[in-house]
C-alpha cells in the first residue's frame, strides 16, 4: 500500500483532553467535545492530533516540542484503523464512434455573402 493510500485509511481520534478540541482544516472547523471519538481520515487525524497534544503540552507548561512527552499523548489520541483504504483499478472503455448520415451539402464550400467596401472620406462638393 501506497503512503497516498495509507493516508486515506479512516482511524478513530478521541479528544483525552477536559475541554472541547476544535480542529481546523481547510477553513472549516470542526468541534470535538471532550471524550468523544470520532473517525477521520488518518491525514487529518493525525493533524487535529499534533494540535491537540500541543494544545494539552502548552496548558501543563511543559515543553510541547519534546517527542518523549508527546509519545504518550499522540497513543491515547490516535485509535486503530477502521477502514483501510485500497487501492480501485479504473477500467477504460472504448470511445463510441458515431456513424452519421451524409448531407448534400457536406464537402462542399460555404457561398459566402458579397460585401462591398466601405466608402471612406467625405463626399465631393457640389459647385
Known sequence: MTDELKNLSVVNFTNVD???FEGMWGGQTTLIKAGETRQFPKFLAEHYCKHLVD???LRGGLVWTDAALRKPYEDKILGKVV???KEVKVVEKA?????????????K???EPKV???????KPKVV
Request: proline share 9%; hydrophobic share 25%.
Open 18 to 20: 477536559n475541554h472541547d
Open 55 to 57: 494544545r494539552i503540552l
Open 83 to 85: 477502514v483501510e483504504a
Open 95 to 107: 470511445p463510441v464512434v458515431e456513424q452519421r448520415q451524409v448531407t448534400e451539402f457536406e464537402g
Open 109 to 111: 464550400p460555404k457561398e
Open 116 to 122: 462591398e467596401p466601405k466608402k471612406r472620406g467625405r
